[in-house]
């Protein structure tokens, strides 16, 4: 994630100084060239951001990812920004959060509405007037059509074709190959075509 992130913000001639991580291991070590400097939680780093440079959260755990947009909200008292590829497309008159990953090929419709810290992977399409939550997860090649209501936290797997007016509850989960024709409630699973929910 974080090697997608650095090649999106480069290609937008933005620079990439460094990565923090957990893992001790990789620390001072590079990843395309661009050092780990620390860990997440060094503050010697952390100081820097919303002074020197600006911070992106390159991470598809959603728990640690909200751990870690948590942290920098709290701590540094900033928003981490968008990565958004140059070869997506994101009408003038939809609306944007902060902290998401707008991978190549993904269009944002007019009238469109997405939360924070969403990752939108390649060739996601979202309608017009749809409307995604904070924290969700769209998998590549996915369409949401005109009218769909992702709440937040939810997972949409690769290649989901998601009707008009659906609504998708908090923290679903939607398999990929999908074909959601109805609305899926809150913390449901779903898979296949049309979807039926997966029983646990």
């Known amino acids: 994630m974080g090697k997608a992130a650095k090649e999106i913000f480069e290609t ?22 661009v050092v780990v400097l620390g860990s997440t939680d060094d503050d010697g780093f952390l100081k820097l951001i919303g ?31 968008n990565a958004i590829h140059h ?13 998401n990953f707008i991978d190549q090929g993904v269009t944002i419709a007019t009238g469109a509405k997405v939360g924070s810290h969403c990752l939108l992977q390649s060739r996601a399409m979202i309608g017009i007037e749809a409307t995604i939550g904070n924290f969700v997860q769209v998998g590549s090649g996915a369409l949401i059509n005109q009218g769909v209501t992702i709440e937040d936290e ?29 609305p899926v409630k809150a913390g449901e699973t779903v898979f296949g075509n049309p979807a039926q929910k997966v029983k646990s």
């Open 51 to 81: 002074k020197k440079c600006e911070a992106f959260v390159a991470e598809d755990d959603n728990k640690l990812r909200k751990s870690l947009v948590n942290m920098i909200q709290e701590v540094r008292h900033m928003q981490p920004v």
């Open 154 to 182: 939810v997972f949409i797997g690769s290649g989901v074709v998601i009707v008009a007016g659906i609504t998708i509850g908090k923290g679903a989960r939607i398999g990929a190959g999908s074909v959601v024709i109805a």
């Open 12 to 33: 937008n001639k933005i620079v990439v100084y460094g990565f923090l991580d957990d893992n001790k291991k990789i620390h001072q070590t590079e990843i395309d060239d």
């Open 87 to 99: 070869q997506s497309y994101i009408s003038g008159k939809a609306e944007l959060g902060h902290g």
